[in-house]
């Protein structure tokens, strides 16, 4: 039996395989972004810059803006979390998860 692969899955698969433990998934089928450290302390910045990655058409140029929460606090504040997508990828290049963002239970 042939595996059956949705629409998009085949590149889905190829790019986290390209970047093992780099980048995870998220509720959008077309968008991957970085993986997060477990534990980081309010404030500081990440220790590699935090990217979002658009498996689909995204014009260049196009605002990319991220929201964190989890069941504790549902929208964490979050610094300089607005970047603009170029070539597919929105780069993060200081992005902070301020005070009690939310950040540690879920990232979505």
């Known amino acids: 039996m042939t595996d059956f692969l949705f629409p998009g899955e085949r590149l889905l698969n190829e790019v986290m395989s390209e970047h093992p433990g ?6 959008s089928p077309n968008i991957i972004c970085s ?5 980081w302390r309010s404030n500081k910045t990440l220790p590699v810059a935090f990217k979002v990655v658009a ?5 260049d140029g ?7 929460g989890n069941d504790e606090n549902w929208s964490g504040e979050l ?11 929105a780069k993060f290049n200081d992005l902070r998860f301020v005070g009690r963002s939310g950040r540690g ?3 979505n």
Do not use: C, D, Y
Request: aromatic fraction near 2%.
């Open 35 to 39: 993986a997060l450290p477990t534990h």
């Open 105 to 107: 239970l879920l990232f």
């Open 79 to 89: 610094r300089n979390a607005s970047a603009i997508m170029k070539n597919q990828v």
């Open 22 to 27: 780099e980048l995870v998934r998220t509720g």
């Open 55 to 59: 498996l689909g058409e995204v014009s």
């Open 62 to 68: 196009t605002l990319v803006t991220i929201k964190a």
